[in-house]
RNA sequence: UCCGCGAUAGCUCAAUGGUAGAGCAGCCGGCUGUUAACCGGCGGGUUGUAGGUUCGAGUCCUACUCGCGGAGCCA
């Protein structure tokens, strides 16, 4: 009696062998013949196993005419050849163990389909659905397809703060930690005297591992963070959460190419992944979520990436004919339809943007010898839209403090940061992919709140 | 945050300002190696909340709450 799953129960190779399942049921159909069908599934694999349960089975009027929807049960039997259409095996009990039942009045999922907004109103039942099962597999995978691509490229893997004292990059967007009593603060001179507080002095949840990571890269050459990244800001769309997770490689001695080259590498590699090793929930997808999905995804992954200055793509926007919601103009910074529009309808493929004006760009990305631009990329694929930012870092102390001062920021409070231009300084580059916008993408799935286990969203942290 | 749409049974949705319904699910019965099974019966409602107009409001008006779509910000 071997212990498997329902995905190992499906497969043909495993017809003859005694085994136990456990799982939950998904549907029951009874027959007058005297025995009932449970489909059952454990979480394995997109699909169920068809178990055939008997008559004779001691239980059978008492429990298994009984199993509702959502109950858990162990199943001893055999492995074997279904003689019917729909499956390629089946099992045939020799005892079901009713585990745990599930009140048929109360348990809110049930065989037909539900939207995504009801699921989401029960985020702890929905992992047993069809399409949520699917997204966990992905979501596995594709974190797994990170760690695989960067380890086998000697990447080293980084573990940067949650925690942040530092006020990164600007104002309002950040999540407060502290410990202090918010109904009796100390103050000091009528403000909150931070000094009292835990860090001693104001401390946030990060928004990017990015600063951190580039330590690790200007000492241990390639390396990358992946983990949980927050911002407050009062987003409400389907493709923001306050919480998510980011995926940041940083490489010393690589220039802008180099992390194009990079980044296009990654993409196709998640995609190749996903469409090898999650075979069966892409093609779910494909049939019950977004029909486009495989050729989206194939027309990622088989073409080249087009590398388009800042500057040409503006050119293309102002002939191409059309009327924009937002004004084109050089030093504009480029909208979603504009973005979309050079994906998905002039070059059809994806396409990678760089070289943006400085005014655009955050402090630590490397100005170009015009003096204008800056090493900043953007990676827009059909569908989406922006996947991946990222840029060649300023390497020069110089330059990079007088970034910081126009725009506003005290080089004194970086100064940790700083050191590592003032020591040692080598060119670097890195990027940044949000992990539930890239399941989107693969997927089809239409709102970033059904890719992501818990989704945290502004009014909204439940479970 | 701005603009738009919505909220009616457990779920998905109907209902000219005039007695709130259907399908699905559930329960009971029938039938069947079934496949989102099928057939019959039964139970199921403070129409999101608070006001207002009206002889009469699920329906019209106001505010609020929540959800969804679009935009901004961004990953």
Redesign the pocket.
Known sequence: MDKITVAEARRVEAVGRQVRLRGWVR?R?????GFS?I?LNDGSCQGNV?V?APGELGNYETEVK?L??GASVVIDGEVKA??????AT?V?ASRVERVGDAD??SY?L??????F??L?TIAHLRPRTNTFGAIARLRNQVSKSIHDFFQEQGFLYVHTPIVTASDCEGGG?LFRVTTIDPDSPPKVDGKVDYTKDFFHKPAYLTV?GQLQVEAFACSMGKVYTFGPTF?A??????????E?W?VEPEMAFFDLTDDMDLAEAFLKRIIRDALTHCAEDMKFFAERVDKEVFARLENVLNNPFRRVPYTEAVDILLKAGKTW??PVAWGN?L???HERYLTEQHFKCPVILYDYPRTLKPFYMRVNDDGKTVRAMDVLVPGV?????GSQREERLDILEERMREQGLHPEGYAWYLDLRRYGTVPHAGF???L??TILFLSGM????DVIPFPR????AEF
């Not at 159909?29 to 013949?33: H, P, T």
């Not at 969203?457 to 909204?460: E, I």
């Open positions: 549907t159909r009874d027959s007058k013949g069908f489909e068809q055939v009984h509702h929807t279904s003689p019917a259409k729909g499956q089946e045939l048929a009045e809110p049930q065989k037909k389909g539900h939207t907004e009801f989401r967007a990017s911002r800001e009062n987003s409400n769309t389907p493709r923001h959460l306050a998510f980011m919601e937002f910074d909208q979603s339809e839209g922006e996947i991946i930012g940044g992919l949000g539930e916008r239409a709102n970033i709140r969203t502004p009014g909204s």
